[in-house]
Antibody, heavy 118, light 110 residues
Framework: QVQLIQSGSELKNPGASVKVSCKAS????????INWVRQAPGQGLEWMGW????????TYAQGFIGRFVFSLDTSVSTAYLQISGLKAEDTAVYYC???????????WGQGTLVTVSS | QSMLTQPPSVSAAPGQKVTISCSGS????????VSWYQQLPGTAPKLLIY???KRPSGIPDRFSGSKSGTSATLGITGLQTEDEADYYC???????????FGGGTKLTVL
């Protein structure tokens, strides 16, 4: 069965970096793009962008340009989200999702809570 | 503020029907498919509806979707207490080539 398994919760100091992993299984990894979605505490879902798993080309939503980087390791069917220069407002649950067709997310990771606090 | 507008909350009694609206524009809902997601407390969202009205395998036919012009609607009939959740619409903005979610609607089953 299709699964997206994300890495565990992280507690980071302001200014630090974090790398969240999303390991896919149960399907051909290169058949679907991976999107990332953020959910701040008590807030709604926010689309961060996506990565083309065939070319490795990332596309970022407007508010996620600069400190956010999407990457891949296709040899282990894993996508990554790296955030640098962490700020308190980056505290959120980050989800990876499989896109079946242009912003239609049929499988989701369990979410990774990133907490930024000193 | 999202480009897709949903009511913050809706409520209805068990067994009743509820609809949740999602209003956008010609560059998003008006020109792209709409999908709907259910998020139970403390869990990841789950796809309920794709391609405006289609249901993934395992989603009961109590859930339905429709689209007209620049608005979409999620319908839920025969409400059950386990339907209490947050519901989100989503679509592609065809001009910006970005994804967009609605602000979410909290469903309370009284």
């Amino acid at each position: 069965q299709v699964q997206l398994i994300q890495s565990g919760s992280e507690l980071k100091n302001p200014g630090a970096s974090v790398k969240v992993s999303c390991k896919a299984s149960g399907y051909s990894f290169t058949a679907h793009s991976i999107n990332w979605v953020r959910q701040a505490p008590g807030q709604g879902l926010e689309w961060m962008g996506w990565i083309n798993v065939n070319t490795g080309t990332p596309t970022y939503a407007q508010g996620f340009i600069g400190r956010f980087v999407f990457s891949l390791d296709t040899s282990v069917s894993t996508a990554y989200l790296q955030i640098s220069g962490l700020k308190a407002e980056d505290t959120a649950v980050y989800y990876c999702t499989r896109d079946r067709n242009d912003i239609e997310f049929d499988y989701w990771g369990q979410g990774t809570l990133v907490t930024v606090s000193s | 503020q999202s480009m897709l507008t949903q009511p913050p909350s809706v409520s209805a009694a068990p067994g009743q029907k509820v609809t949740i609206s999602c209003s956008g524009s010609g560059s998003n809902i008006g020109s792209s498919y709409v999908s709907w997601y259910q998020q139970l407390p403390g869990t990841a969202p789950k796809l309920l509806i794709y391609d405006n009205y289609k249901r993934p395998s395992g989603i009961p036919d109590r859930f339905s979707g429709s689209k007209s012009g620049t608005s979409a609607t999620l319908g839920i009939t025969g409400l059950q207490t386990e339907d209490e959740a947050d519901y989100y619409c989503a679509t592609l903005d065809s001009i910006l080539r970005t994804g967009v979610f609605g602000g979410g609607t909290k469903l309370t089953v009284l």
